[in-house]
T-cell receptor
């Protein structure tokens, strides 16, 4: 399985944008890029996914580098409720196997 | 839409005892996963079902862990006998086939003493 690399932790001020980076230099052409987040004492929840093009949904935006070797999850206006561990995951389409790393612990400063 | 239901939420057992966890996935979801999450780590996939067939159980410690999904709906995960290192949160998740969004339950926190 292709691996991802994320910073262990990040901090951001409330109401400011947050850019969470993910490196995946060994990504294959059929790997989708997924982001999940896990709030304290909760199971992970889906945030967004993409293949090649940038993606937007109500929760966040996903910016994918042209060579697909890195991606960035963008939270446009962080709130205290966005404090969580964010996981960047690669999944070979059809495999449906989500392999989690250690993720990035995001702290929001009021 | 009801979410993934898991029970119990918490369980404390002594080492060498047995324990079972139950999961009811979202209606219509053919794919079901069991994950183990040790404190401070990301979830680790134990087993993946497609309907009632096993797709991947390569990381399931088969000498002590077992899982079944009868009739392709509910699933149970059993540990027999438990060890101290089995203390973790056990997460169940489900998804439609070939759908990239998995839905997770709140998990069962197991403490082995």
């Amino acid at each position: 399985d292709a691996k991802t690399t994320q910073p262990n932790s990040m901090e951001s001020n409330e109401e400011e944008p947050v850019h969470l980076p993910c490196n995946h230099s060994t990504i294959s052409g059929t790997d989708y890029i997924h982001w999940y987040r896990q709030l304290p004492s909760q199971g992970p929840e889906y945030v967004i996914h993409g293949l090649t093009s940038n993606v937007n949904n109500r929760m966040a935006s996903l910016a994918i580098a042209e060579d697909r070797k890195s991606s960035t999850l963008i939270l446009h206006r962080a709130t205290l409720r966005d404090a969580a561990v964010y996981y960047c995951i690669l999944d070979d389409f059809g495999n449906e196997k989500l392999t989690f790393g250690t993720g990035t612990r995001l702290t929001i400063i009021p | 839409e009801a979410g993934v239901a898991q029970s119990p939420r918490y369980k404390i057992i002594e080492k060498r005892q047995s324990v079972a966890f139950w999961c009811n996935p979202i209606s219509g979801h053919a794919t079901l996963y069991w994950y183990q999450q040790i404190l401070g780590q990301g979830p680790k996939l134990l087993i993946q079902f497609q309907n009632n067939g096993v797709v991947d159980d390569s990381q399931l410690p088969k000498d002590r862990f077992s899982a079944e999904r009868l009739k392709g709906v509910d699933s149970t995960l059993k540990i027999q006998p438990a060890k101290l290192e089995d203390s973790a949160v056990y997460l169940c998740a489900s998804s439609y086939p070939l759908n990239t969004e998995a839905f997770f339950g709140q998990g069962t926190r197991l403490t082995v003493v």
